[in-house]
T-cell receptor, first 112, second 113 residues
């Protein structure tokens, strides 16, 4: 089955700096790559996603890039704010298996 | 905005007891999922359900677990004989298209004592 690796496990940045979180996946058939933000005690919330027919997608301060050949994708947050502090999870799924597998998560701390 | 509803929000149970966690997916969604998150750890896939049957399940989803869609709205996860290590947050999710665009419920925190 799909195996998703995520790095780093923790990330601390100063407010206004950029943050980058990287994930790799193992199943070349995977074609959907969402990113979730989870605040303490709450449900994961989808913040951005990308499909394998697209290399990059941007939504305001958040962008995701996908390198299908290398089987890795990244989340980029620019101009970070303290409210960006949370755990971020990447995930991957393929159209043939009805499941989605998550990375281990990155705890992002944005210091004011 | 439509929501996935889970009940109860917190369940405490004695080891060896059966528990049923309940979910009401979004009404026009066709695919349903259960995930588990042990405190401070990753979100782990348990099972997916489509067309009234299990479509995928993980190695975690052993004989102690079962799922049901008893009527047109509820989707339940049953743990037959709970163990201490079953203590976790259990999230239900649903989607119209398989394995994309998930909407997660707010979770049930299961504590086995």
């Amino acid at each position: 089955g799909e195996n998703v690796e995520q790095h780093p496990s923790t990330l601390s940045v100063q407010e206004g700096d950029s943050a980058v979180i990287k994930c790799t996946y193992s199943d070349s058939a995977s074609n959907y790559f969402p990113w979730y933000k989870q605040e303490l005690g709450k449900r994961p919330q989808l913040i951005i996603d990308i499909r394998s027919n697209v290399g990059e997608k941007k939504d305001q301060r958040i962008a995701v890039t996908l390198n299908k050949t290398a089987k890795h994708f990244s989340l980029h947050i620019t101009e970070t704010q303290p409210e960006d502090s949370a755990v971020y999870f990447c995930a991957a799924s393929n159209p043939f298996n009805n499941d989605m597998r998550f990375g281990a998560g990155t705890r992002l701390t944005v210091k004011p | 905005e439509p929501e996935v509803t889970q009940t109860p929000s917190h369940q405490v149970t004695q080891m060896g007891q059966e528990v049923i966690l309940r979910c009401v997916p979004i009404s026009n969604h066709l695919y349903f999922y259960w995930y588990r998150q042990i405190l401070g750890q990753k979100v782990e896939f348990l099972v997916s359900f489509y067309n009234n049957e299990i479509s995928e399940k993980s190695e975690i989803f052993d004989d102690q677990f079962s799922v049901e869609r008893p009527d047109g709205s509820n989707f339940t996860l049953k743990i037959r004989s709970t163990k201490l290590e079953d203590s976790a947050m259990y999230f239900c999710a649903s989607t119209r298209q398989g394995a994309s665009g998930y909407t997660f419920g707010s979770g049930t925190r299961l504590t086995v004592v």
